[in-house]
């Protein structure tokens, strides 16, 4: 369970963060700016496309378990919020806009121990929503790390501030949703 493949993508995620917060701490006569925003840029992507590959992968050589399922979206919270607090050290990204990413997985993460504990977890399963905000970060994000012009046209840095914007109002929303399917189950269980 802990030594599987699935798990260890997992697991390369979570170590992944120093590695990708490192790279802007290199001193500027091992790496320029485009190259420290390039190397996190492709790491993250990178990463990030390990949140796929592992499910896939755990599916596929029916390596599913328990704690494959805990560890993946932990993993997932801690490599969001590791690079929002980059993006906004950086100056990239608005100090609100992370408190709102943030404060909702502290929340949603909150609400749904509890439903498990009460036995109520399906009520707040994951939902499309909440996979939308989860794809918008991760468009956004390396957007941001990036902070370039892509290809000579796209100006990323502006992209990405308006798709963390976005993905901030997702997030809000996700939030709003999952509360109110938890709401019946609070209020039986607050009697």
């Not at 963060?17 to 320029?32: E, H, N, T």
């Not at 190259?35 to 596929?60: C, Q, S």
């Not at 100006?155 to 798709?163: I, K, N, P």
Request: overall charge positive; hydrophobic content about 60%; some cysteine.
């Amino acid at each position: 369970m802990f030594t599987t493949i699935p798990t260890i993508m997992t697991w390369a995620r979570i170590f992944a963060i120093p590695l990708i917060v490192g790279v802007f701490y290199l001193p500027g006569s091992m790496a320029s700016d485009y190259e420290k925003n390039l190397a996190a840029t492709v790491m993250f992507v990178l990463f990030a496309l390990t949140d796929w590959l592992d499910g896939y992968l755990a599916r596929k050589l029916n390596q599913t378990s328990s704690f494959g399922a805990f560890l993946d979206p932990v993993a997932d919270k801690f490599l969001v919020c590791a690079c929002v607090l980059v993006l906004v050290h950086l100056q990239r990204a608005d100090v609100f806009v992370a408190l709102i990413i943030i404060g909702r997985e502290i929340a949603i993460s909150a609400l749904r121990e509890w439903m498990a504990q009460i036995g109520a977890s399906k009520s707040v399963a994951v939902h499309m929503i909440g996979k939308l905000k989860t794809v918008v970060q991760m468009v956004a994000i390396p957007f941001l790390l990036f902070n370039g012009m892509l290809f000579g046209v796209i100006d990323t840095h502006l992209w990405g501030v308006w798709l963390m914007w976005g993905a901030a109002v997702l997030t809000v929303w996700s939030m709003v949703y999952y509360l109110q399917k938890a709401i019946p189950e609070i209020r039986a269980r607050a009697s």
